[in-house]
C-alpha cells in the first residue's frame, strides 16, 4: 500500500492581532475622539497597519466621577472608517462626531468587520449586568464561500482624552482573532530511487487530485470575560475563554459539521507548496471555528495518482484515496483562536516498491544404495 504522511506544524504561534484605534469626544472642548488603528503579530511584536480600506465597529460607556459605578451607553455600534483632512489620516466615527466629556471617563469595546445589524451573530453580545465584563459570540457560522476574519479589541478602560499609539492618536484598540487559519502544503518524499539504484532507477510521478477536509465543526459560540480595573488610570485589560471544560482556546461547538473539497491536479516536487496555489481556491488562509480535535472526528482525504516507470520503461498508473484523522497529529491538539496552522502532507511513491524475503532451504539428505 502506498505510504502518505501527515505532518503538522504551526506557523506563527498566534495570529492574534491588534487593531489600535484613537478617538476624540468632548463636550466643551470640542476635542473629537478618533482613533488609532494598527495590528501587530503576537509572535513578533511587529505592527502592521490596519487596512485603511476597512472599518470596524465600537460601543463606548461612559462613567461619571459624581456617581461612580454607573456605566451608561456612550457610543453604540458606530462605525470607524479612515479620513483624511489637512493632509494628515486618522480614525473616526463616520456618520457622528463624538466628544471627549469633560468629566468622567469612557471604557470602549470594539471589534471588525463593522456591521450594521447588531443581532448579527458576528457583532459580539456584550453583557450590562456584569459592568460589559462579558463578551459573547453566539451562533456564528463560518461560510468558506464568504470568509470573515472576525476581530474582537481588548477592553480600553478609563479613557479620558486621546493618546498617542501606534503612530497615532486616540484610543488604543488592539484586536485580536477570534477563529483559526488552515493552509495545507503537498510535496513527494522522492521522485526516483537514483540515490538506492543508481544502475536501475526508477522514477515517479505523484498527483494529487483532491483534498477533503470531512466532519469539521463549522457553528459555535465563544464566551469571554474581563476584569474591570478601577483607579488606575488609561489601561486595557484582556479577555479570557470562559471554557474551562478543555485546555485549549477554543468554541463551544454545534452539531453542525461540513465537508470542504479542493479539487486540483497538482504534480508534487519535493518542495512542499501550498496545494492549488495560483487558483482563485488554493488551500491557504482558509478560517475554521477553534475546535478541539476528537478521536476520529475530523478528518482529511486524499485522493492521489502515482505513475511509475520502471528501469525497462514500462509504465504502470495506480489511483488511491487516503483517509487520516486530524487527531493522530499531537503536535496540534486543537485548532485554537488566532493559531495559523499550516499542514503540510508528503507522500512516498515508494510505498509499491517490491521487496523480496529470501529464506535458504537446508540441504535434504537423501541416502541411496547403487548395486552391480
Not at 471617563?105 to 463593522?114: N, V
Not at 474581563?226 to 488606575?232: D, I, L
Not at 479539487?263 to 508534487?268: G, K, P, T, Y
Request: hydrophobic share 35%; net charge negative.
Amino acid at each position: 500500500m502506498k505510504k502518505i504522511f501527515l505532518l503538522a506544524a504551526m506557523v506563527g504561534v498566534a495570529l492574534t492581532s491588534c487593531v489600535k484605534e484613537v478617538g476624540y469626544v468632548g463636550q466643551t472642548d470640542q476635542n473629537e475622539i478618533t482613533f488609532e488603528v494598527a495590528k501587530y503579530k503576537a509572535t513578533s511584536r511587529a505592527e502592521v497597519a490596519f487596512p485603511t480600506d476597512q472599518s470596524f465597529g465600537t460601543y463606548a460607556y461612559y462613567e461619571n466621577t459624581q456617581n461612580p459605578g454607573t456605566h451608561s451607553l456612550f457610543i453604540d455600534n458606530s462605525e470607524i472608517v479612515y479620513k483624511i483632512a489637512d493632509g494628515n489620516g486618522y480614525w473616526a466615527a463616520k456618520s457622528k462626531t463624538y466628544f471627549w466629556p469633560t468629566q468622567g471617563h469612557l471604557d470602549f469595546i470594539s471589534y471588525s468587520p463593522y456591521n450594521a445589524d447588531a443581532t448579527s451573530p458576528a457583532v459580539p453580545k456584550i453583557s450590562d449586568s456584569d459592568v460589559q465584563q462579558t463578551l459573547k459570540y453566539e451562533g456564528f457560522k463560518v461560510d468558506a464561500s464568504n470568509p470573515v476574519d472576525l476581530l474582537y479589541s481588548d477592553k480600553a478602560m478609563q479613557q479620558t482624552a486621546n493618546t498617542a499609539n501606534y503612530g497615532f492618536t486616540g484610543v488604543p484598540t488592539l484586536f485580536h482573532h477570534a477563529l483559526a487559519k488552515m493552509n495545507i502544503l503537498v510535496k513527494a518524499f522522492r521522485m526516483d530511487n537514483h540515490d538506492d539504484s543508481p544502475d536501475a532507477v526508477t522514477s515517479w510521478t505523484v498527483t494529487i487530485n483532491k483534498i477533503t477536509l470531512k466532519n469539521i465543526y463549522d457553528e459555535g459560540s465563544l464566551t469571554m470575560t474581563t476584569s474591570n480595573v478601577h483607579n488606575a488610570g488609561a489601561t486595557t485589560v484582556t479577555w479570557s475563554n470562559a471554557i474551562t471544560a478543555v485546555p485549549y482556546d477554543v468554541w463551544s461547538n454545534t452539531s453542525s459539521t461540513i465537508s470542504r473539497e479542493w479539487v486540483c491536479d497538482q504534480v508534487l516536487t519535493t518542495t512542499a507548496r501550498t496545494y492549488g496555489a495560483g487558483t482563485a481556491d488554493a488551500a491557504q488562509n482558509y478560517f475554521i471555528l477553534p475546535q478541539a480535535l476528537s478521536v476520529g472526528a475530523q478528518q482529511v482525504v486524499v485522493d492521489y495518482t502515482i505513475v511509475t516507470t520502471a528501469p525497462n520503461g514500462q509504465v504502470g498508473t495506480a489511483t488511491y484515496s487516503v483517509t487520516k484523522n486530524f487527531s493522530d497529529f499531537p503536535a496540534v491538539p486543537a485548532w485554537e483562536q488566532g493559531k495559523n496552522i499550516t499542514y503540510t502532507i508528503e507522500i512516498d511513491p515508494i510505498g509499491d516498491e517490491i521487496h523480496f524475503a529470501p529464506k535458504v532451504v537446508d540441504w535434504e539428505n537423501m541416502d541411496g544404495t547403487i548395486s552391480f
